[in-house]
């Protein structure tokens, strides 16, 4: 059995590794790598607490109590942990201060109020799995087993401990009240189990998530492709992606069926699009970063090699449709206050206040979108040996991106994709 759960394993891996499509590549319309850049050095600077490695709810506010803003922290250190894993090889400084606002913000428990012996214990059961997951991305990016380890005990003693069975099946309740069951914790459980099956190879994780996904599937979920009513992005996204891992674990066509009909809802169904754009979800700080949880999610999929071309491809599509209409509604000028808003088809409100996660939500997509393209278009080479290239500090008369990566040498900024560069140490930038 090993010996089989090694090749799966191997061969998931395998799909995120090397994702080079010629079809694809040629959808590709931009260089997102500035734009990322921007937004998530714009994220940093005015919602994270540096000194901890947490985020704030609106800009700057460091007097501000967000000891129940917890389940937000995991999807804007995602954020974090995308960029370290963009610049971890071009940006050794850059990368460098990436990994120490990750360890900050583990050694500040990710803004956890409650107690426990991991420090993440938390009486609503989607926080610890939503926790959980960022736990083991940190692990995965960083090769450091003290988070994964830390993901297992949570899942163990805190997580699967409320696990209740009825006639219905097997199920996870909201919170220790008992309050449930609900889409949003046992598709985010089921995930995080497939994420330590391939970690440890124990049996009782699949257990779990084929149980999870049993209730889901039979009580939960839809046929037409709605994970829950109303629909809403972040669970289309996280039980779309449990249901594509599942596909690779154990080989069943029906859960890449699955994956396929859930994640392919969230772009095109009306009621989770407005005028072809992810529709605004609301002003709170749980709808606004709805997105953010989606957009990782889909861009998996589409690099994905075993999942259906088709579908793909249209995702190439919705993607960069939806992160050029962010780009374009963007105040540039405002840097770093270049907020992002509840809807990319409309500019940020400047008279109300800017959202964390708002900008979680924009910073992901454009993390992300970044991430889908220099995959699709990077061909491997089984010949090459890949070193890190040192830093560059930007010097007089060159561009350079805001993470200090040479763009071009002299100043002139014509034909240059949209975004904030650093032309003789100044932010310029360019439409």
Not at 261 to 276: Q, V
Request: overall charge neutral; proline content about 4%; glycine content about 6%.
């Amino acid at each position: 059995m090993k010996k089989i759960v090694f090749l799966l394993c191997a061969t998931f891996a395998a799909t995120a590794s090397f994702a080079y499509n010629a079809t694809l590549a040629r959808l590709i319309k931009d260089n997102y790598a500035s734009k990322a850049d921007s937004l998530t050095s714009a994220l940093i600077s005015q919602f994270m607490n540096t000194t901890k490695g947490t985020f704030w709810t609106t800009p700057q506010h460091s007097n501000e109590d967000t000891r129940y803003i917890y389940w937000q922290q995991a999807h804007a250190i995602d954020v974090v942990i995308y960029g370290y894993q963009r610049h971890k090889e071009d940006n050794i400084t850059l990368a460098t201060k990436y990994r120490q606002y990750m360890t900050r913000w583990y050694n500040n428990h990710g803004n956890n109020y409650s107690v426990g012996s991991t420090g993440f214990e938390n009486p609503f059961t989607d926080d610890m799995c939503w926790i959980g997951l960022s736990l083991m991305r940190l692990s995965e990016a960083l090769g450091v087993a003290t988070y994964s380890n830390t993901a297992k005990r949570l899942f163990d003693n805190a997580i699967i401990t409320r696990g209740q069975e009825d006639e219905r099946g097997f199920w996870l309740p909201w919170n220790n009240s008992g309050t449930g069951p609900n889409a949003c914790t046992e598709s985010p459980a089921c995930l995080l189990a497939l994420k330590l099956y391939l970690k440890t190879n124990e049996e009782k994780y699949l257990d779990y998530a084929k149980k999870l996904y049993t209730f889901m599937i039979n009580n939960i979920a839809k046929a037409d492709g709605r994970v829950e009513d109303p629909p809403l992005t972040y669970t289309q996204g996280t039980f779309a992606e449990a249901c594509r891992v599942l596909y690779h674990v154990t080989g069943e066509t029906i859960y890449k069926t699955k994956a396929q009909l859930y994640i392919n809802y969230a772009f095109t169904s009306d009621r989770c699009t407005s005028n072809g754009l992810l529709r605004d979800e609301g002003s709170s700080m749980d709808q606004s970063l709805f997105k953010a949880v989606l957009i990782p999610y889909a861009v998996n999929y589409v690099l994905d090699e075993s999942m259906t071309l088709v579908s793909r491809r249209n995702l190439v599509s919705y993607l960069q449709t939806n992160a050029n209409a962010l780009w374009k509604n963007l105040d540039k000028e405002a840097f770093p206050a270049m907020y992002c808003p509840y809807y990319w088809g409309k500019a940020y409100d400047p008279s109300k206040d800017a959202s964390m996660g708002a900008m979680v939500s924009g910073a992901s997509l454009l993390e992300n979108i970044c991430r889908m393209c220099i995959d699709l278009t990077t061909k491997p080479d089984d010949d090459a040996i890949r070193v890190p290239l040192r830093p560059i500090e930007p010097q007089h008369g060159n561009i350079y991106t805001l993470s200090g990566r040479l763009v071009r040498r002299g100043t002139d900024t014509s034909g240059l994709p949209a975004g904030i560069y650093l032309i003789n140490n100044k932010k310029i930038a360019i439409h």
